[in-house]
């Protein structure tokens, strides 16, 4: 199996730098992160981040044969050689495959992604019916791997202004969320021309995402919801 790797180590490297590596090895079952730890027993230099194993941590995010996504639950029998790794897009790289997250987590905690009510907290929990829990169902399930923000163009040109279909999908979360009594202000916390309206509805987050996610879908409601609300 032939491998073309992004490497760029700040402390050395004047300028970043595609690297083949080839394993000797049939691909069988074996998924991307296996293939890459063999990489790495025999190169110790070559870096990136994994965690869980089983696409839950989204640690392990990053280009692959040009389209993002999860090293863990990738196949290599998928996959056309040479495999083509770069680092996600968009942010700076820190070292071969592993970016800079802040930018990603900045925008995420703009979404204030918690419930946000006033009422005394009840003994045990605050209820909701089945139809509105259910309304919770494709919103709650994201990773945070970064995949669908760094395939987005708009997050590309602005990221510290258009906040990314991951923030967006939690800020649709608990905007609907029957629990939470912030909605008014979680939609005028939006109302300006980036934060929620520089997607352009290309769907880049929902061809990548590795939990199968529509944020885009989320952030049509959102809009939806603005336009209710100023009419």
């Known amino acids: 199996m032939r491998f073309s790797i992004y490497r760029y180590d700040p402390e050395q490297d004047q300028a970043p730098r595609m690297q ?9 079952d074996m998924m991307l992160l296996d ?5 790495k027993a025999e190169d110790e230099s070559l870096t990136f981040r994994r965690s869980c194993r089983e696409g839950v941590c989204g640690s392990d995010g990053m280009s692959i044969n040009g389209v993002n996504g999860l090293a863990c639950i990738t ?3 998928s996959l056309q050689e040479p495999v083509v790794l770069r680092p996600l ?3 700076p790289v820190i ?13 995420y905690e703009k979404a204030r992604p918690y419930l946000i009510n006033e009422t005394p907290a009840p003994r045990t929990e605050r209820l909701q019916s089945p139809a509105d829990r259910e ?3 494709g919103l709650y399930e994201c990773i945070l791997c970064g995949c669908c923000s760094t395939s987005c163009p708009s997050f590309w040109w602005n990221p510290d202004k258009f906040m990314g279909p991951a923030a967006l999908l939690q800020a649709y979360r608990f905007i609907v969320d029957s629990r939470d009594q912030a909605t008014e202000e979680r939609l005028a916390d939006l109302q300006d021309a980036y934060s929620v309206f520089r997607c352009h509805g290309i769907m880049n987050c929902v061809a990548v995402c590795p939990k199968g996610l529509n944020p885009t879908q989320a952030i049509a409601q959102i809009k939806t919801l603005m336009l209710r609300k100023s009419a």
Request: proline share 6%; aromatic share 8%; glycine share 8%.
């Open 20 to 28: 083949d590596y080839r394993l000797d090895v049939e691909a069988g």
């Open 89 to 91: 897009p968009g942010l």
């Open 35 to 39: 293939a890459l730890m063999l990489l």
């Open 95 to 107: 070292r071969d495959l592993v970016v800079d997250m802040g930018q990603f987590y900045r925008q």
């Open 135 to 137: 309304k919770l169902d």
């Open 75 to 77: 196949p290599m029998s």
